[in-house]
């Protein structure tokens, strides 16, 4: 539809995903474009199924890329990933501490982690706040990533030094957001719910958590 009408409905685009990840992708429309703005200040955290293949290194750590090596992976077992990922779990816990800027012993840490609530107010570098293993069949794995401030590339990476740390190699096969801060699988649009009517029934869907989550944390 076009005409002097239309011109002034803007539309913003959330936090991105590369061409080669997936999944939940925000949009912001007219207003939206400034609630959209406010959620980024919200930094919240975003959620990923990862796959992985073990046994091959690529140039861009994806199954797609140039291949720059191939290892062996039969010594690999679930219980060697999971400390690995325990390990990562744990120095990026540090890091989420740090960047968090928030006195430990005092009674606001522990009522925000309590809530679940502790995390950087400022930009940080890509922080994990939990890795687990969902399923392992050598060669392939799969993870669940919870993250603030990553992109999909830095995901791949992290694929690609767990098979480093493992003495193997591995490269990543699937990155898919499944919930970005206030939004799951379960608001996303089909591309045949891309009509009218079905973006009208999101945004009313959505309007009441998004504006209790701005006041919750930006009050």
């Given at each position: 539809?076009?005409?002097?009408?239309?011109?002034?409905?803007?539309?913003?685009?959330?936090?991105?995903?590369?061409?080669?990840?997936?999944?939940?992708?925000?949009?912001?429309?007219?207003?939206?474009?400034?609630?959209?703005?406010?959620?980024?200040?919200?930094?919240?955290?975003?959620?990923?199924?990862?796959?992985?293949?073990?046994?091959?290194?690529?140039?861009?750590?994806?199954?797609?890329?140039?291949?720059?090596?191939?290892?062996?992976?039969?010594?690999?077992?679930?219980?060697?990933?999971?400390?690995?990922?325990?390990?990562?779990?744990?120095?990026?816990?540090?890091?989420?501490?740090?960047?968090?800027?928030?006195?430990?012993?005092s009674q606001e840490a522990y009522e925000l982690a309590v809530k679940g609530m502790i995390r950087p107010m400022e930009k940080s570098p890509p922080i994990i706040t939990a890795i687990r293993c969902l399923q392992f069949t050598l060669p392939e794995f799969q993870l669940d990533i919870h993250c603030l401030h990553e992109t999909q590339q830095y995901l791949r990476k992290i694929v690609?030094?767990?098979?480093?740390?493992?003495?193997?190699?591995?490269?990543?096969?699937?990155?898919?957001?499944?919930?970005?801060?206030?939004?799951?699988?379960?608001?996303?649009?089909?591309?045949?719910?891309?009509?009218?009517?079905?973006?009208?029934?999101?945004?009313?869907?959505?309007?009441?958590?998004?504006?209790?989550?701005?006041?919750?944390?930006?009050?």
């Open positions: 539809v076009r005409g002097p009408r239309f011109r002034r409905l803007k539309m913003g685009a959330g936090h991105r995903l590369d061409a080669k990840a997936s999944g939940v992708f925000v949009l912001g429309i007219g207003h939206g474009n400034k609630l959209l703005t406010d959620l980024y200040h919200c930094h919240l955290t975003k959620v990923y199924t990862v796959g992985g293949l073990f046994g091959k290194a690529t140039d861009d750590f994806s199954d797609t890329g140039k291949l720059v090596e191939k290892t062996t992976f039969d010594h690999i077992t679930r219980e060697k990933l999971e400390r690995i990922l325990a390990v990562i779990q744990g120095t990026n816990h540090k890091a989420l501490l740090v960047h968090s800027n928030i006195d430990m012993k690609h030094e767990i098979g480093l740390e493992l003495k193997s190699s591995a490269v990543c096969t699937q990155v898919r957001r499944i919930r970005d801060g206030v939004f799951t699988l379960d608001d996303a649009l089909l591309r045949t719910q891309w009509d009218l009517e079905s973006i009208r029934n999101a945004i009313g869907n959505c309007k009441l958590k998004v504006q209790a989550e701005i006041e919750k944390t930006l009050g």
